[in-house]
């Protein structure tokens, strides 16, 4: 006797599984970020790495708390000839170059002032005229010239070593012994959001099955020239869009947006263009289905001339949001520019040069104090509200 197959799940069911696959990639994202540090944390702990090598001889480990900073006036004894001698200033804790209020490295550009740092300890050791007894040691530690180049630049340049720091976060492996990298991984992952937040609104029925089968064939088929054998006409297409910049000034873009078309054509391509049917992603919205991409054209534009104007600017970086918010008020223009590398990792790799672009801006914003520069950078360390939302987009 045959068997009768299995009922069919019921849309219900269907629902709660794609919501609890939506869960767990959620929760994988969680954990990556959680990984990653605020700038202060990079900046400390990269601190006190450097300490380790920086005192040949001195015993390990050696605590932030144990490294002084003495400021040193340097004497020209004859031409070509100087030396360092002590400033009339007492010996501080080398963290007090980040923290004191006034800031304590005032005199760094002085020509004839130079930093010096010195690890100090006091420990037991056997006595070597008497070895029934021990004695105490007090040592200090001149640090190496590395060191003071190294301290001169975090003070200066807190932006690049953290950056320095994050693009070594993004290379390293997602896992131990894999050799995917973390970059590697959240471009994936994505892909599979994208997958599964589709198939629940097909599901649920807020989008039609065309959509899935155009965002499965991005998945399938990443990049364009994966797609390159296919006719025109059924060669889906990736776009980026951007708000037209005026004035000889540079195009605003979208920042987490990308548009997938059903179908490519050559040159220039405008709010006329025909691409079929198309389907626009948004980190804050998820996907949205039009009939042709004049169709979103017309939706962008009347987003941005009634009350939802500032859903678009959430997709604005805030270094750009005031030139937007002025575009937005008369006559917007947007463009439409195919992404020919594969999709999912051009989207990752533009959030993380926005992430590297917006801790230098912030950097740039407090030169002089390290202290303010890692504070402030620790707003901008959190992942970019673009990354984020891609895992709140259904709740």
Not at 5 to 15: F, G, K, L, N, Y
Not at 102 to 111: C, N, T
Not at 257 to 278: H, I, P, R
């Amino acid at each position: 006797m045959t068997a009768s197959p299995a009922p069919a799940p019921s849309t219900e069911a269907r629902q709660h599984a794609l919501l609890k696959q939506l869960l767990d990639h959620q929760l994988a994202l969680k954990a990556l970020f959680e990984q990653q540090s605020e700038a202060g944390k990079v900046l400390d702990e990269l601190l006190r790495t450097n300490i380790q090598t920086a005192f040949h001889g001195h015993p390990l480990p050696i605590d932030l708390d144990a490294v002084h900073c003495e400021e040193m006036l340097k004497i020209n004894t004859r031409p070509g000839t100087a030396t360092f001698v002590p400033a009339d200033t007492p010996s501080r804790p080398l963290s007090a170059l980040f923290t004191d209020s006034p800031w304590g490295g005032e005199h760094l550009d002085a020509p004839n002032r130079q930093y010096r740092f010195f690890a100090k300890t006091s420990y037991d050791e056997p006595d070597p005229a008497a070895p029934s007894k021990v004695r105490k040691v007090n040592r200090t530690t001149g640090s190496t010239p590395a060191f003071e180049v190294f301290i001169d630049q975090l003070i200066r340049q807190p932006d690049q070593c953290f950056q320095t720091q994050l693009e070594r976060f993004w290379q390293a492996p997602f896992a131990p012994d894999q050799p995917t990298t973390r970059r590697q991984w959240l471009a994936g992952h994505l892909a599979k959001v994208l997958q599964a937040e589709v198939a629940l609104r097909v599901t649920d029925g807020t989008l039609e099955a065309s959509s899935q089968a155009l965002v499965d064939h991005f998945v399938r088929q990443p990049s364009s020239p994966s797609r390159a054998n296919l006719p025109e006409q059924q060669r889906p297409c990736a776009l980026a869009v951007s708000l037209k910049g005026r004035n000889n000034k540079p195009d605003i873009p979208l920042v987490g947006a990308f548009l997938l078309a059903s179908k490519t054509l050559m040159g220039e391509f405008s709010a006329a263009s025909d691409l079929g049917a198309v389907a626009l992603f948004t980190p804050h919205r998820g996907i949205d289905a039009f009939s042709s991409l004049k169709a979103l054209d017309q939706a962008l534009m009347n987003m941005a001339a009634g009350k939802t104007s500032d859903s678009l600017l959430e997709n604005i970086r805030w270094q750009d949001q005031p030139r937007a918010r002025r575009y937005l008020k008369k006559n917007p223009v947007f463009r439409y520019t195919p992404i020919q590398a594969q999709l999912f990792k051009h989207h990752i790799d533009a959030l993380l040069a926005l992430q590297k672009k917006t801790s230098s801006t912030v950097g740039d914003c407090c030169p002089g104090t390290a202290p303010m520069a890692s504070e402030s950078m620790n707003c901008s360390t959190v992942w970019p509200t673009s990354v984020r939302s891609w895992t709140f987009v259904t709740q």
